[in-house]
């Protein structure tokens, strides 16, 4: 809840900001973000390895009109 709770506050976050936002250690925060990402709740952006954002794709979309 807490994750989800940062996303409709902050839709576009790294690993790093969840942890750091939510309290949550980074390895588990890591856990989390990949389970949402499975989910299609978020989606990864930069391509990169490291220091990867994921945006929080079905909360956007309300405000940007995509579907």
């Known amino acids: 809840?807490?994750?989800?709770?940062?996303?409709?506050r902050i839709p576009v976050v790294s690993v790093n900001q969840v942890s750091q936002r939510t309290g949550?250690?980074?390895t588990p925060s890591?856990?989390?973000?990949?389970?949402?990402?499975?989910?299609?709740?978020?989606?990864e952006i930069t391509g990169n390895?490291?220091?990867r954002l994921f945006r929080?794709?079905?909360y956007i979309d309300i405000f940007v009109g995509n579907t």
């Open 1 to 8: 809840m807490r994750v989800l709770e940062l996303l409709f």
């Open 24 to 26: 949550i250690k980074f």
């Open 30 to 43: 890591n856990l989390l973000v990949a389970r949402f990402v499975e989910e299609g709740l978020l989606e």
């Open 49 to 51: 390895k490291r220091n």
């Open 56 to 58: 929080y794709r079905p």
